[in-house]
């Protein structure tokens, strides 16, 4: 957000499936879904990085400082390292025997007798620095072509078990698109945020929508039936979030998922005494306009994306969701990061 200009600008950075991907990439040998995890560890999973590019793309538009400048902090921190919190030890821990499968990730995240590493171990990282400072000195052109694009590919590709189709073209081919805000009303506030393929605006606006009606100012931060009313409607953002949100460059979403009319409709099923049973939180049918129905989504929902969001002494914003999908991604680690899943 320009606080001189009043403009909102987003940038889709996400993650882009393989050009060789097909709607079978995630069946097994008899045509059924693999399970989640087997879906997701190993190359299988990986689509084509976007952060680089996106970083670059926006410090392009809008940075002040010397680009090499602002990547020397982290590079210095991977090379010096930094102790393991007690959050992060606990994660690896929970990830057992999925995370130390990889030889590279059991390297970093598991101590010589294979052991997960301890709160306050400290963690170096020398290849991820000497990441960081090969796109300080070439920009997001060293990750998508080059040595570095080589060696994901060829995890990703050369998996024992479970490769994936990631391909020296989707690397280069890689593009940050411009997209328009998606923005929602909410008691005389414009609430903005990414469109899709992200399906984080389209969701909180159909929650504010459905909880707008209700006096939650009055029933107080910790009521029992505010945080109800708030997660019900949650639940069915969701259920519609499963159902119709994805890449809209290939699939057509519904018109009327922030419709006025419909979220009125949907915070009628909230208006109850109890939380929703179950069975009652489904995708709701709003206006269509040639849309495409979808199957209900399989995803867990498990801890993983982190966001930040910053705002300067000028008013200036940025919102900044990022992730590797679960916790760990794919759990291939390539030159000191993990690749997405």
Known sequence: FDAATGTLTTFDGRETAQAAASGTLFLDASGKPLDFFDAVIGGRSVGVPGVPRLIETVHSRFGKRPWAELLEPAAALAETGFPVSERMAAMIADEGGRLDR????????????GAPLSPGT???NPDYAATLRLLAGGGADAFYDGPLAEAIVAAVRGHPTNPGVLSREDMAAYTVKERPAVCAPYRGFDVCGM????SGAIAIGQILGMVEPFPLRGLGPDDPVAWRVIGDATRLAFADRERYVADADFVRLPAGLLD???LRARS?????PTALPPEAVAAGEPFWDKAELRLDGRSAEIPATSHVTIVDGEGNAVAMTTSVENAFGSRL????FLLNN
Request: glycine content about 6%; hydrophobic content about 50%; cysteine-free.
């Open 195 to 198: 469109g899709p393929p992200s």
């Open 102 to 113: 990889e030889p590279a990730a059991r390297a970093y995240f598991f101590d010589a007798a």
């Open 333 to 336: 680690l390539v030159a000191g």
């Open 260 to 262: 006025n009319a419909y």
């Open 268 to 272: 009628a099923l909230v208006r109850r």
């Open 122 to 124: 400290t963690l170096r």
